[in-house]
């Protein structure tokens, strides 16, 4: 008797390979009990314990306007982002972090009204997001990174006096509560969405300071404690909103505006050490005055924003791990600049 037989035709007999490990993957056909244990034991079986790694974006302004929109996209395999759900306030600049289970969404400004607001969502699940707790200052454009344990928010502006701010913050993700005080900056800057981050240190990439000048400082902080940033070296190109990303032993700065305008850059460095960032590679197109928005899971970054100031949906992709350039993911919903990137499966979350 067949196996075919024995199911009714329901389960073919012909085994297909896993495509993966995680909940959402397969290996189709009839399995003999060591075969499957073989396959486990080199965790590259199905585990439904084992959630796919999701990348987060939201919010954003689509010419001049904003919006609340939060979409989501498993990092597995390429395709275009789906509805999430809303934030509690529609805003652009704004900034995310998370842990491998919640989202944490930090302050942004609503076009001429500034917004404190911090938001959060439970990453594996869809719907709307909840009200986590207020930031200290009115500000936008920060930079957010995180560990497993805290989110810390760096620089920013603040949107009622368009004041440019050196203030870092913190929040302990799995909690909820206002932003407390971390330290400071080397000088007042923003760098919306440039840092990365492995599990005990967040770098960030870039900045404007508040005379308008692209700067290419890398600072970084210890995220288990509390203190001032230092000094980690340079970009190899200065330029302010670069796109942050990277995996537990790699950090990348993708994109961002420079003084002659957008530009398509990807540079890299390695977290843990101190120096300055080398060539990885180009995006797609160039990156628009909002910069790029970047997030990853522990083998891929993605990216998107603008192309020469035009806005798109284009999400571009590299493999960390080597260099090169960014070749398509898919699309997102909408075609908005400045929104927040955030992911279950960053360097920052071993």
């Not at 498993?74 to 900034?95: C, I, K, P, W």
């Not at 960030?204 to 230092?230: F, L, M, P, S």
């Not at 891929?300 to 924003?305: E, K, Q, V």
């Amino acid at each position: 008797m067949s196996y075919k037989q024995m199911t009714g035709n329901i389960i073919s007999a012909t085994k297909v390979e896993p495509d993966g490990k995680f909940s959402t993957s397969a290996a189709s056909g009839v399995w003999s009990l060591q075969e499957q244990y073989d396959y486990a034991r080199g965790a590259n079986w199905p585990n439904a314990a084992n959630p796919a790694p999701r990348g987060i974006f939201a919010g954003g302004a689509p010419d001049g306007d904003v919006v609340n929109v939060i979409q989501y996209r498993d990092l597995v395999t390429a395709g275009n982002f789906l509805d999430f759900g809303d934030l509690t306030v529609a805003r652009r600049q704004v900034s995310g972090a998370s842990s491998s289970t919640r989202g944490v969404f930090f302050t942004g400004d609503a076009g001429s009204t500034p917004i404190n607001t911090i938001d959060y969502i439970t990453i594996a699940s869809t719907g709307n997001a909840t009200d986590f707790g207020d930031a200290s200052a009115l500000a936008a454009r920060c930079a957010g990174a995180s560990n497993s344990i805290r989110a810390v928010w760096m620089g920013g502006r603040t949107v009622d006096s368009n004041t440019i701010l050196d203030s870092i913050e913190y929040n302990t993700i799995a909690s909820t509560g206002n932003a407390t005080d971390f330290g400071n900056l080397s000088a007042a800057y923003e760098s919306h969405e440039s840092a990365c981050s492995n599990t005990t240190r967040a770098v960030i990439q870039g900045g404007q300071t508040g005379a308008g000048a692209n700067i290419d400082n890398v600072e970084y902080i210890t995220i288990g404690t509390t203190g001032n940033t230092t000094d980690f070296g340079n970009l190899s190109v200065v330029r302010r909103a670069p796109a942050g990303a990277g995996s537990v032993t790699r950090g990348l700065a993708a994109g961002g505006f420079a003084d002659a305008g957008g530009v398509n850059v990807i540079d890299y460095v390695t977290i843990a050490s101190t120096g300055n960032h080398s060539d990885f590679g180009n995006l797609s197109g160039v990156s628009g005055g909002g910069g790029s928005i970047g997030t990853s899971s522990k083998t891929i970054a993605i990216f998107t924003d603008g192309v020469g100031g035009n806005y798109t949906n284009t999400i571009d992709q590299v493999t960390i791990a080597s260099t090169g350039d960014a070749t398509d993911f898919g699309d997102t919903i909408n075609s908005v600049n400045s929104k927040a990137s955030l992911s279950s499966a960053h360097g920052g979350l071993a």
